[in-house]
C-alpha cells in the first residue's frame, strides 16, 4: 500500500496569510493526487485532483503542485471560511490512501 | 445536483450485522463507480469498498475484507453496504462517494455506525 504522510499536522494562521501544506507519498504516483477539505460534522469536499487541477467551483486561492512523491496545497490568501482539515489522497494504486490530515486553526 | 444520501447506520452489539444504504440521484447512477469511505470518530478518512458501474469489479480494503460485502442495484439508484463480523474498530461515519475517474467527486453526509456492547 502506498502510504501519504501530510505535514504540519495543525497550522495556525491568520486571515489573509499564505500557508502551504505538504504530502509525499511513499513511492511515486505520477500526479495522482487529489486534495480535500473538510469541515466539522460535514462531509469532504474535492478542492483539486491530477494535483494541480481545479475543482469546478473551487476559488482560485488554491492551488497544488508537485510530481513524483511531493506535492503541496497552497492557498495564497485565507479567507474566514478556509478553517478546516485538509486531506490528500492518491489514486494510483488501489488502495486509495489518504493522508492524516491537517487541521488548520485560526491565529 | 447531485445527491448521495446514506442510511442504515446504527448502534450494533460487537459480532453483529448492519447494512448500510445510499441512495442516488440527480445523476446516470448506472454510470458511475461507486466507494464506500469511512472516519473513525476523530480520525482520518479511509477507503472501504468500490464496486464498479456494473458490479464487474469490486475491491475491499484488507481491514473489512471477509466481513463487508458491497452491492448496487442500478434499478433504484442505490449502494449497499453489508457488514457482517462487526468490531469495535468499525466505529465511523461511513460515506458514499461517487468516483469521477478514480477520484472521490461527490460525497454523501455520512451515517454514523456505533459497534459497542
Known amino acids: 500500500d502506498i502510504q501519504m504522510t501530510q505535514s504540519p499536522s495543525s497550522l495556525s494562521a491568520s486571515v489573509g496569510d499564505r500557508v502551504t501544506i505538504t504530502c509525499r507519498a511513499s513511492?511515486?504516483?505520477?500526479?495522482?493526487l487529489a486534495w480535500y477539505q473538510q469541515k466539522p460534522g460535514k462531509a469532504p469536499k474535492l478542492l483539486l485532483y491530477a494535483a494541480s487541477r481545479l475543482e469546478s467551483g473551487v476559488p482560485s486561492r488554491f492551488s497544488g503542485s508537485g510530481s513524483g512523491t511531493d506535492y503541496t496545497l497552497t492557498i495564497s490568501s485565507l479567507q474566514p471560511e478556509d478553517f478546516a482539515t485538509y486531506y490528500c489522497q492518491q489514486y494510483y494504486s488501489t488502495p486509495r490512501t489518504f493522508g492524516q490530515g491537517t487541521k488548520l486553526e485560526i491565529k | 445536483e447531485v445527491q448521495l444520501v446514506e442510511s442504515g447506520g446504527g448502534l450494533v452489539k460487537p459480532g453483529g450485522s448492519l447494512r448500510l444504504s445510499c441512495a442516488a440521484s440527480g445523476f446516470t447512477f448506472s454510470s458511475y463507480s461507486m466507494n464506500w469511505v469511512r472516519q473513525a470518530p476523530g480520525k482520518g478518512l479511509e477507503w472501504v469498498s468500490s464496486?464498479?458501474?456494473?458490479?464487474?469489479?469490486?475491491y475491499y480494503a484488507d481491514s473489512v475484507k471477509g466481513r463487508f460485502t458491497i452491492s448496487r442495484d442500478n434499478a433504484k439508484n442505490s449502494l449497499y453496504l453489508q457488514m457482517n463480523s462487526l468490531r469495535a474498530e468499525d466505529t465511523a461515519v461511513y460515506y458514499c462517494a461517487r468516483d469521477v475517474g478514480t477520484i472521490f467527486g461527490s460525497w454523501g453526509q455520512g451515517t454514523l455506525v456505533t459497534v459497542s456492547s
Open positions: 513511492q511515486g504516483i505520477s500526479n495522482s
Open positions: 464496486i464498479s458501474s456494473s458490479s464487474s469489479y469490486i
